[in-house]
Structure formats: structure tokens, C-alpha cells
């Protein structure tokens, strides 16, 4: 089975992706849109990605593609994430000046460098890509800061280790297919809608769900593209495919302009 | 007047903060807690924050903190983004093999790479900095993607203007201050409020606003910091500080556990 992720190898997508799918195959891809172009196009069976992370917020531009593409969410997954110090083997914690990583991997890092104040943070494009920089380019005196999987994969060794500041850091992965198949044991659905901009039309579509007792476990705004300040909406509630989702669901067609199940699947 | 932003000199934020206080003085700071340290330390007079991008969504940090610090929006600017290929004086377009920039402006630049194979794009920490990097290190084949003020600033040429894909790309930003101070033609209301997670909470809290024909402009849900799942939501509505207004947030916290108004001001 093959798997497409969006980053280096050595990522956090790639643990999440050998959680979900283990003994798949890993497709790294560069960008976030060849890793849907491939799933749509069959050249992979399935794809891996984050979509919300417990610290940071969503992943908007896979919200975004969700709703764009065929695609469906088949698993849920929350994987911790651990970031640590990994250097070229022989350099020791001594030698370092200065840390690579992503500034979102930096800014989870920061009592680490308020107690190390002789290695300089960095701001690299990928928490991954900070290590493979690091020990592919020789550097003695530099490390890269990333999950432990990038050291086993650039042959890096790991300084510190969980070097984050809060350990309640998790992210939210789906697997995604280009089949729609709901799984036994699903019970969380993930929905996009969009509502014409008058007073009230987010409180009547979310009647839908009030009215039935069904708890959302998620919703957010985001823009239309290309359509400035209008907007769809993103929301996430605990039922399966059963008689009241299908109802609520029923209702809010009623109220919205537009309703895409984005996926119905096993709550992580 | 000293405005602080966040980023490089020659960034959005820059432009944005020429902008909304004309004639201020700019002071760059690496990261954005920084931005909010000075204001709260009275360092600056106010601060200039991105908050929205039409295509790429929410800033959440800035979300955040001004939830957790004592500020208060006084203004709203919306800018049109638009991105420039800015290279070192001499360079030409056919001397080019790479162009860096932020992965976000390189996302919205892509009918530009695919008109022009022999450029690859790279991601990189910035846009204005990628700019930096390019003029500073003397590359004669590499690019940066940026505002124009970047190329001023740096003193690079811009090879081709305006090679975002899409022309509806805006930035929200906010001026906050420390104190709170309401200008005239306040129209538009920034709250947070944090809800129990029970079915139906937050259709109750949008009763306060649709029972009073209140226009929501937006909602967001986001992860309560080091509170896995919980949530607090962002929204702004279109009203200034006015009865209906405060019956309204009045309502609102007879249903939520916390409620905070971030800013009134007038709608850009």
C-alpha cells in the first residue's frame, strides 16, 4: 500500500502515516496538492495529513482541499508530538551555536533556549528538512530540531530528547481515500457548509444539531477562496452514520447553501 | 510613534503599519510573543499584527495572545497582497534558477512557476527576508517573492510584479495599543468566549446575537492552549459599542464561562 505525505521523510506525517497504515509504502511529496493530485489520479492508495494540531490550530489549507477534492477521511489519528535536539554523530551539545527547525517547532521549544542561551534558534522550512541540513551538510557546530524518526532516517543522533515546552502537544492526522468507505466503529463525522451572510444563519444551521442533541466537537469559519470575507464552515460531530446524523444533516441542506461530508470515521 | 511588527523590515506588516499610523517609527522584533512583551512594557506605542488572509486563513498565535494579553484593538486595515520577483540589480528573469520565499507565498504564486519550469521554488522562513538573503548573499541565479517595499528596502529590482495567482489576496491587520480606547466610527466588535462542552452550548451563545438580528462577520473554534480539545471561540460581530451590542455580550455571559471583548473599532 502506498501512502503519500506531504514533507521530507522523517516527519511527523510519516510516523503518523506508519501508525495508520503499517507497512505502507511512504511518497513524500513537496507540496500539499501533489499529495491530493496523486490519491485522485490513483498513483497512491491512500494519504496521510495533519490537520489540527492542539497547540497551533488547524491545518486551513488541507481543510480547504478536503472540501475541494474527492477525497474521504477513512482514520483519525492523534499522534504526540516530541521534538528533539539531533545532531551529526560526534558533535556534542557543547559544540552547538545554533538550532534549525520550523519556527512553529522553535516557538514550542522556548524554555530549552531560555536555558541554553548559547545555541541560537533558526528558523528552517521544516522540522525534518532542519536535520537532513544539518548532517548531510557536515555542520559541527549547528543541530536540527524534529521528531525522533528524522534521526534514524539521516542517520542523526538525538542530544535531548521531548525538548518541548508543553507535552500536551498533539496533532490530529487523517487518512484520506479516494473510495468512500465508512469503516465499523465510526462515530465522528467531519462536514464544510457555507451560509448565505445574514444575521442568524449560523444559529439556524446549528439547530440542525442543538435540536437532536448532537455535540460538535469542532467548528470554524474560514474564508471562501478568491471570494474575500465570505465564508464555509467547518464543523466536526460525535455520530456515525446513523438515523439522527442523516436528519441533522437533512436540516442543514434546508438552512445552507452547500453541505459536503467530508468523512464519517472511528474517533481517534 | 514607535509601532512594533513582527518579521523583517520590508514585510507586510511594515506596509500595513505605514498604513494605519503614518509617519510612525517601525521596530522589528524576531517573534511575535516579542511584539506583545513590548506593548505590555510600554516600549512602543502600539502594534500592528496580521490576523486573516483571504486564501490562507487565521493567524491563531496572534489569536491567542490577544486573548491572553492586555491589549486592545483600536484599528482594522485591509492590504492587497501582492507578490514581486525581486532579484539583485544586474540579475535578469533568464538568469534564474531558483526563487525563494515563504511556503505560503510560494502556494500563491504557482501559475508563476508553472509558466517558468526553469525556476524552482524554495521554501523559505520569510518573504522579505527571503529577499534579504538573496541581495545580501550576492546571488546572481536566485530570487526572492515579495512586497515591493522589500526590494526597497534591500535594494533589489523587481524582475515581474504581481505574480500572485489570485488578485482577491487581503490581509486583515489589527493596530492594538495597551489602552483601551474606543475611536469614533467604532462598528465592528472582536470577542473571545469559552463554552462547557455540552451538546447545544454554542448554539445558546448565538442566540445573544441572532435573537438581536446581530451580524456574526466570523467564527473560529480553537484549542484552548495546553487543553487538548477544549475550546475557545473568536468572534467578531457588526456592531460598535452600542446597546444592543452590550445586551447582547450580556446575554453571552449568562451562557459562557468566559467571555473577553478584544477590540471595537471601526470595519476596515
Given at each position: 500500500m502506498k501512502v503519500a505525505i506531504q514533507g521530507e521523510a522523517g516527519s511527523f506525517s510519516q510516523e503518523a502515516a506508519r501508525r495508520l497504515a503499517p507497512g505502507c509504502t511512504i511518497v513524500p511529496c513537496a507540496r500539499s496538492v501533489e499529495v491530493f493530485d496523486r490519491l485522485e489520479r490513483g498513483s497512491v492508495t491512500a494519504a496521510v495529513i495533519p490537520i489540527e494540531n492542539s497547540l497551533a490550530g488547524s491545518v486551513t489549507e488541507h481543510f480547504d482541499l478536503l472540501l475541494a477534492r474527492k477525497v474521504f477521511i477513512q482514520r483519525e489519528f492523534r499522534l504526540?508530538?516530541?521534538?528533539?535536539?539531533?545532531?551529526?554523530?560526534?558533535?556534542?551539545?557543547?559544540d552547538l551555536r545554533r538550532a534549525y527547525s520550523h519556527?512553529?517547532?522553535?516557538?514550542?521549544?522556548?524554555?530549552?533556549?531560555?536555558?541554553?542561551?548559547?545555541?541560537?534558534?533558526?528558523?528552517?522550512?521544516?522540522?525534518?528538512?532542519s536535520v537532513k541540513h544539518v548532517i548531510e551538510g557536515g555542520l559541527r557546530d549547528a543541530a536540527g530540531i524534529a521528531g525522533r524518526q528524522a534521526a534514524q532516517v539521516y542517520g542523526g543522533r538525538i542530544l535531548v530528547a521531548g525538548i518541548e515546552d508543553d507535552k500536551r502537544n498533539f496533532t490530529r492526522f487523517f487518512l484520506i481515500r479516494k473510495v468512500k468507505r465508512i469503516v465499523p466503529g465510526a462515530n465522528k463525522t467531519s462536514?464544510?457548509?457555507?451560509?448565505?451572510?445574514?444575521?442568524?444563519?449560523?444559529?439556524k444551521a446549528l439547530s440542525a444539531f442543538a435540536l437532536r442533541a448532537i455535540s460538535l466537537s469542532k467548528i470554524e469559519s474560514r474564508p471562501m477562496r478568491g471570494r474575500?470575507?465570505?465564508?464555509?464552515?467547518?464543523?466536526?460531530?460525535?455520530?456515525?452514520?446513523d438515523r439522527p446524523a442523516r436528519q441533522a444533516l437533512g436540516h442543514l441542506g434546508e438552512v445552507a447553501e452547500m453541505v459536503k461530508v467530508l468523512g464519517i470515521y472511528p474517533a481517534a
Open positions: 504526540r508530538i516530541v521534538h528533539n535536539l539531533i545532531a551529526a554523530p560526534g558533535v556534542r551539545k557543547a519556527p512553529v517547532a522553535l516557538e514550542q521549544c522556548r524554555d530549552f533556549f531560555r536555558r541554553n542561551p548559547k545555541i541560537e534558534p533558526i528558523p528552517f522550512y521544516d522540522t525534518a528538512g462536514i464544510a457548509f457555507g451560509l448565505k451572510n445574514v444575521p442568524g444563519a449560523l444559529f474575500p470575507w465570505e465564508y464555509v464552515f467547518y464543523a466536526d460531530f460525535l455520530r456515525g452514520d
